[in-house]
């Protein structure tokens, strides 16, 4: 069975990774299969800390990207 990446946004970042290169391909499905498809009204329920919208979170991508984590 192969790696299952769970692509969603929490307020102020992608989430913890561990191994190399698991950031940047996090933040990458985050970016195609989540921010390039739906709108700013999009309500994201994390699944632990806080609810937020992608409109909310949006924004940060390239911060995140830039910072690393």
Known sequence: ?????TATPFPGGVGKTWKEGDFEQLLGD???KVCDVYDDRTAVYPGHGDDTTLGA???HLAEWRERGW
């Open 1 to 5: 069975m192969g790696e299952v990446t």
């Open 30 to 32: 985050v970016t195609t």
């Open 57 to 59: 979170e949006r924004p």
